[in-house]
């Protein structure tokens, strides 16, 4: 009896000079910084589209991306090399200041609220604000919530407002017990009560907004870190101008907004305010 025969798997070798062909295409499109020493999680996460496609190495691979010749591909190249990194509730700080500094002014203007989740990955962070948007303003504030992202991939996830049971983790019981439905599997889904308030949308952020604005308050969190000090400046300002008067611009707490010429105040680490707004 003979053995089968193993098929090799493709050539997953990635060159110095690819690898800075893959930093720049990845640059020029998102503005992500991929920094030295990444090779082996580049060569992981587009090993997957290699063997997807079927392709002999990763070296074709990077040639036909940069060239152009894969048509529909160059999304998923974005995809894989974003970082999706998130989770309900994270940063609760953020959302404390909304509930205890932030919400009872809505309430008490009764106006339409329009919030912005900008860089949401799977969905956690809008799905976060809509529950306290519906625990802690009273049902006669309009609230609507824009969530973008630049990956299509985590954008589908977000849509199906699915999470397993390890995700659901971050919520707190009365919130899970309240918006979400368990499901067979332990996982959880969100109630219309949540979904109805949260629209996604395809955005990168280094390109054209189409929307008008302004937002009352603009969550950017934990995405500018992969940004140079050029872009982060451009997009806060950019940000700034789409706030509404008294409007509020939370980013990470690791990125620091120090250096910046943004014209926002600051009340808090990692919260801005644009002026004005009768606050
Ligand atoms: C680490 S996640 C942060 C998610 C969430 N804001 C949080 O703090 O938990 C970063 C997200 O930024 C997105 N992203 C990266 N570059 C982007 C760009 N140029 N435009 C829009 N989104 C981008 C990634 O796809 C990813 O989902």
Same mark, same amino acid.
């Not at 580049?42 to 990077?62: D, K, M």
């Not at 894989?80 to 002014?105: C, M, Q, S, W, Y």
């Not at 009352?216 to 950019?238: A, E, G, H, P, T």
């Given at each position: 009896?003979?053995?089968?025969?193993?098929?090799?798997?493709?050539?997953?070798?990635?060159?110095?000079?690819?690898?800075?062909?893959?930093?720049?295409?990845?640059?020029?499109?998102?503005?992500?910084?991929?920094?030295?020493?990444?090779?082996?999680?580049?060569?992981?996460?587009?090993?997957?589209?290699?063997?997807?496609?079927?392709?002999?190495?990763?070296?074709?691979?990077?040639?036909?991306?940069?060239?152009?010749?894969?048509?529909?591909?160059?999304?998923?190249?974005?995809?894989?090399?974003?970082?999706?990194?998130?989770?309900?509730?994270?940063?609760?700080?953020?959302?404390?200041?909304?509930?205890?500094?932030?919400?009872?002014?809505?309430?008490?203007?009764?106006?339409?609220?329009?919030?912005?989740?900008?860089?949401?990955?799977?969905?956690?962070?809008?799905?976060?604000?809509?529950?306290?948007?519906?625990?802690?303003? %009273?049902?006669?504030?309009?609230?609507?919530?824009?969530?973008?992202?630049?990956?299509?991939?985590?954008?589908?996830?977000?849509?199906?407002?699915?999470?397993?049971?390890?995700?659901?983790?971050?919520? %707190?019981?009365?919130?899970?017990?309240?918006?979400?439905?368990? @499901? %067979?599997?332990?996982?959880?889904?969100?109630? %219309?009560?949540?979904?109805?308030?949260?629209?996604?949308?395809?955005?990168? @952020?280094?390109?054209?907004?189409?929307?008008?604005?302004?937002?009352?308050?603009?969550?950017?969190?934990?995405?500018?870190?992969?940004?140079?000090?050029?872009? +982060?400046?451009?997009?806060? +300002?950019?940000?700034?101008? @789409?706030?509404?008067?008294?409007?509020?611009?939370?980013?990470?707490?690791?990125?620091?907004?120090?250096?910046?010429?943004?014209? @926002?105040?600051?009340? +808090?680490?990692?919260?801005?305010?644009?002026?004005?707004?009768?606050?």
């Amino acid at each position: 009896m003979t053995a089968p025969a193993l098929t090799a798997g493709p050539d997953l070798h990635l060159s110095p000079t690819e690898y800075r062909t893959v930093a720049e295409l990845l640059y020029g499109h998102s503005g992500i910084r991929l920094r030295e020493g990444k090779e082996a999680l580049v060569i992981s996460r587009l090993g997957h589209r290699v063997r997807a496609l079927r392709l002999p190495s990763l070296s074709a691979y990077v040639a036909a991306i940069a060239k152009q010749e894969l048509p529909g591909e160059f999304a998923h190249f974005i995809d894989v090399l974003t970082t999706n990194k998130t989770g309900f509730f994270r940063e609760d700080a953020h959302f404390d200041f909304l509930i205890e500094e932030v919400f009872p002014r809505f309430a008490a203007e009764g106006r339409e609220v329009k919030i912005w989740s900008a860089a949401c990955s799977s969905g956690e962070e809008p799905y976060t604000l809509a529950m306290v948007v519906r625990e802690h303003l %009273p049902s006669s504030v309009r609230v609507r919530i824009l969530a973008t992202d630049i990956s299509h991939r985590i954008l589908a996830s977000a849509q199906a407002a699915r999470y397993t049971a390890a995700q659901a983790e971050g919520i %707190p019981a009365p919130y899970r017990q309240k918006y979400w439905t368990r @499901l %067979p599997d332990g996982g959880i889904e969100a109630k %219309p009560e949540l979904t109805s308030l949260v629209r996604f949308a395809h955005l990168n @952020l280094t390109e054209a907004w189409p929307m008008k604005g302004p937002f009352d308050v603009i969550f950017c969190r934990n995405v500018m870190i992969y940004f140079d000090r050029d872009l +982060q400046s451009k997009l806060v +300002q950019r940000f700034g101008a @789409l706030l509404a008067p008294g409007g509020i611009l939370a980013v990470g707490h690791a990125e620091s907004l120090t250096g910046i010429t943004h014209g @926002l105040e600051q009340l +808090q680490p990692a919260v801005y305010r644009r002026a004005g707004g009768g606050w």
